[in-house]
């Protein structure tokens, strides 16, 4: 398995543009999630989804969308971009189960100029 | 409200002594908490959890400690490695949003030899 999987690795945005960052699990796992870390700071959840067709917002969606139309696969778009989307990008999933722990993806790290 | 915080941004050890990081939560964090070790450019890994019903928690050469009495708890990582060097996060897990992580900031471990 190749669990959690991220492109791009990096990216460079003018403001305004948009892009979409690619999440991909191959664990057949209900629960995906997107974090964005800050530097020096833990990770915040953007959004989330408890399996396809269902997503819902975390804690700082403002300027994201997500969509969750097949269990594998979980995109964040920015449509946008502001230089405080500046961050890196981790997406994140487990299989459903009250205590099983998220396996993460290496990052996208994006930088808005 | 629902935090998790870490005491100290940064810890150094030397090489083969025992180190201690801890944490601390608020009131309605969670009942289930993970620790996760992050290393330069890479997403956050599973180290150990714990459940509330738990004191204490054993794995291979880390040991997690909660309180729940002063709603803290701690990561003893025991004769520890250059390898060990990262910043290693405690999370909270809230269960009825989907199972989402409330990160502590993180503590950096440099390991000296």
């Known amino acids: 398995n190749a669990g959690v999987t991220q492109t791009p690795k990096f990216r460079i945005l003018k403001i305004g543009q948009s892009m979409t960052l690619q999440c991909t699990q191959d664990?057949?796992?209900?629960?995906m999630y997107w974090y964005r870390q800050d530097p020096g700071m833990g990770l915040k959840l953007i959004y989330y989804?408890?399996?396809?067709?269902?997503?819902d917002k975390g804690e700082v969606p403002n300027g994201y969308n997500v969509s969750r139309s097949t269990t594998e696969d979980f995109p964040l778009r920015l449509e946008l971009a502001a230089p405080s989307q500046t961050s890196v990008y981790f997406c994140?999933?487990?299989?459903?189960?009250?205590?099983?722990?998220?396996?993460f993806g290496p990052g996208t790290r994006l930088t808005v100029l | 409200g629902e935090s998790v915080g870490l005491h100290l941004p940064t810890l150094s050890v030397q090489e083969g002594d025992n180190s201690i990081i801890n944490c601390a939560y608020s009131?309605?964090?969670?009942?289930?908490f993970i620790w996760y070790k992050q290393e330069s450019g890479k997403g956050p890994q599973f180290i150990i959890d714990?459940?509330?019903?738990?004191d204490k928690r054993q794995g291979q050469r880390v040991t997690v400690l909660l309180n729940k009495t002063v709603k803290h708890l701690s990561l003893q990582i025991a004769a520890t490695q250059p390898g060990d060097s990262a910043v290693y996060f405690c999370?909270?897990?809230?269960?009825?949003?989907?199972?989402?992580?409330?990160f502590g900031q993180g503590t950096e471990l440099s390991v000296k030899p």
């Open positions: 994140a999933s487990r299989p459903g189960a009250i205590y099983n722990e998220q396996f």
């Open positions: 664990m057949n796992h209900n629960y």
């Open positions: 989804s408890v399996g396809a067709g269902i997503t």
């Open positions: 009131n309605s964090a969670s009942d289930y």
């Open positions: 714990i459940r509330s019903n738990m």
């Open positions: 999370a909270g897990m809230v269960y009825n949003q989907g199972g989402k992580l409330i």
